[in-house]
């Protein structure tokens, strides 16, 4: 029986002859923070399509509560803002990728500021600028989360940064010549001619089917935290850039890579909201059922270890205990300067009649952040030509294999303007079809029985979560990958006409690559936990797992 995961191009029909055409110097997927970024300066070369598959502000850039890394301190410095991204790196980190990040950071810093960006002064409820306890010769107020041996992190409205970051980057875009931005535009698939990408092919609600040809391709789609059940990640993150992209041909690193946050809150019933790193960056204790503080146990570094060790030791306690999950112990810190530091989470507390100056707040780790993704160069270009890869769909090596708090919106920002760099230097070297390529689609009509969408991605998200979480075993990673291949038996040979299809399709696509990079990376490193291999492999150097579509079969390798 053919694995439809691995022969199946396109997911829709269509006929160049007789659908809509676009055509664009730079095509840009995603406006989070990397793809606002690379669209800004893309746009100083050429003209740029910027898409998204909802509203330009719902990204998950929008949801970041932690702030961004940047050494910029008078304790601090660059070089140590690298060893600790290399450290919690596990021994997976690209050197090259992460001098370059840290390097580029207080730049990029710098021009969000010129751009209008309100990070958090020093003064006030943040402490004097000449406080022993934060020296800076910065007027901003620089924190610390886990991991960071500086205090390093800038924030946004105390825990808004996302949101401050995203309104900022928009704002830019708007106001840049050049830069189209088409909403609701859901990326289908992207289009290669004789193993170039030249486009994409998309779905508007109001136009339709439409193909949209480009010099160059940026793809800055954002995460995949959709496909377990626990997770911060908002509805949007369904990791269709990766699937589209291994669909085209391209290799993606470390999909067994998935972060959790050690800190969610836990409502029964409720969905899962982010409580952020930097709570307990500002002294917040984990404690048990029993009211013990438990994090001196397993690290030096207690609540500020890195957060795979947290993750692991919150999901110790609760196997201990018996209990659903731990909880945060804010009650020491001054209610009035816990509410001014962290607003949003001060009234997500209130809205579950959480007082946090009496209650103990109840939390356990969700999916968070996919560090693996399309493995791309320091440039940002893929294994496909004319195809570039920033952000959270990319691996771009800067996390090896447990990313360091707050490094993600710095790494959206620095790869993001190489990608806009990147695609504007090539763009004499490729040019769009001068006439609409012959090119057509067409899937044979399935005769198989059809599955309850609803139904699969709820029991996908579940078995993800039990099988393939935060520790995993090789016997439930061979059943996690005989499930999904089933189902895929049953969902990929199917056309659909609408978002959550294709959605659903992505979803599969990207468990199943989750799961076969999980068996094949036979050790524990980082956010990586075999429960047959428990010794920590971090003291040696790692090899990257790579996975590819090729010649119709599922390509597995390694790479320094």
Same mark, same amino acid.
């Given at each position: ?7 199946r ?25 990397? /793809? %606002?970024?690379?669209?800004?300066? &893309? *746009?100083?070369?050429?003209? !740029? ?6 509203? +330009? =502000? ?17 304790d ?5 803002h ?6 919690v /790196? %596990?021994?997976?980190?690209?050197? &090259? *990728?992460?001098?370059?990040? !840290? ?5 990029r810093? +710098? =021009? ?14 943040h ?10 010769a910065?007027?901003y107020?620089?924190?610390?989360e886990?991991?960071?041996? &500086? ?20 704002r ?33 609600p109001?136009?339709?089917h ?8 940026i ?22 850039g ?8 391209a ?22 909201a ?11 204790w ?16 207690a ?21 659903t ?6 009650r020491h ?10 607003p949003y ?19 356990r ?37 447990n ?5 993600s919106?710095?790494e959206g920002l ?14 004499g070297?490729?040019?769009i ?5 012959r ?6 009509k ?35 990958r ?7 038996h049953?969902?990929l ?6 978002a959550?299809?294709w ?9 199943r ?5 999980a ?14 291999f ?6 040696v ?13 599922l ?6």
């Open positions: 029986m053919a694995n439809l995961f691995d022969t191009r396109y997911l829709t029909d269509f006929d160049a002859a007789r659908t809509g055409h676009l055509l664009t110097d730079v095509l840009v997927i995603g406006t989070g923070v990397a /793809g %606002a970024r690379a669209a800004i300066e &893309a *746009a100083q070369f050429g003209d !740029v399509i910027l898409i998204t598959k909802a509203v +330009a =502000e719902e990204s998950v850039t929008r949801y970041a509560q932690g702030g961004i890394a940047s050494a910029m301190a008078e601090d410095s660059v070089e140590q690298r060893d600790d991204t290399l450290r /790196g %596990a021994g997976l980190s690209r050197r &090259a *990728a992460v001098d370059l990040l !840290v390097r580029e950071g207080p730049r810093i +710098a =021009e969000l500021i010129e751009w209008g960006i309100h990070f958090d002064m020093s003064a006030g409820a402490g004097d600028p000449s406080s022993p306890r934060r020296p800076t910065v007027p107020a620089l924190t610390r886990g991991g960071h041996t &500086a205090n390093r992190i800038l924030h946004s409205q105390g825990d808004a940064t996302g949101r401050e970051l995203a309104e900022t980057l928009l830019k875009v708007r106001a840049t010549p050049g830069i189209r931005i088409f909403e609701r535009c859901f990326l289908i698939d992207l289009i290669t001619l004789e193993g170039r990408c030249v486009g994409a092919v998309t779905y508007h109001k136009y339709g439409q193909l949209i040809w480009a010099r160059q391709t793809l800055a789609s954002g995460g995949c935290g959709q496909v377990y059940r626990e997770t911060t990640n908002p509805p949007v993150a369904t990791g269709d990766m699937a589209v992209a291994f669909r085209a041909g290799e993606l690193a470390d999909m067994e890579m998935m972060q959790f946050h050690p800190t969610t809150l836990y409502v029964a019933g409720s969905s899962r982010l409580i952020s790193e930097a709570v307990r960056g500002e002294g917040a984990l404690v048990n059922r029993a009211g013990e503080r438990f994090m001196q146990e397993y690290h030096p570094d609540e500020l270890a890195p957060r795979d060790v947290v993750s692991r030791a919150i999901v110790d306690q609760m196997a201990r205990s018996g209990a999950s731990v909880f945060l112990d804010v810190i001054p209610k009035k300067h816990f509410e001014q530091r962290f989470i001060s009234r997500l507390c209130r809205d579950f009649d959480i007082d946090v100056a009496r209650d103990l707040i109840p939390v780790p969700s999916a968070h952040y996919m560090i693996g993704g399309v493995l791309a160069e320091l440039d940002t270009s893929t294994s496909v030509p004319g195809l570039l890869a920033c952000g959270e769909a990319a691996c771009s090596g800067v996390h090896g294999a990313r360091l708090a707050s490094n919106l710095l620095v790869f993001g303007t190489i990608a806009g760099q990147t695609a504007g230097a090539r763009l070297d490729a040019e079809p001068r006439l609409p390529a090119l057509r689609s067409e899937n044979p399935s005769s198989r029985t059809e599955l309850d969408l609803v139904d699969i991605r709820n029991s996908l998200r579940s078995l993800m979560w039990r099988n393939v979480g935060i520790e995993r075993h090789p016997d439930r990673l061979t059943e996690t005989e499930i999904i291949e089933f189902w895929g049953y969902v040979d199917k056309t659909f006409d609408d959550f299809g959605e659903t399709q992505n979803l599969l696509t990207v468990a690559l989750i799961a076969t990079g068996a094949e990376r036979r050790e524990s490193r980082g956010v990586h936990f075999r429960r047959d428990p010794e920590d492999a971090s003291g150097p790692g090899t990257h797992t790579v996975l590819q579509r090729a010649r119709e079969a390509r597995v390798a390694t790479a320094p």
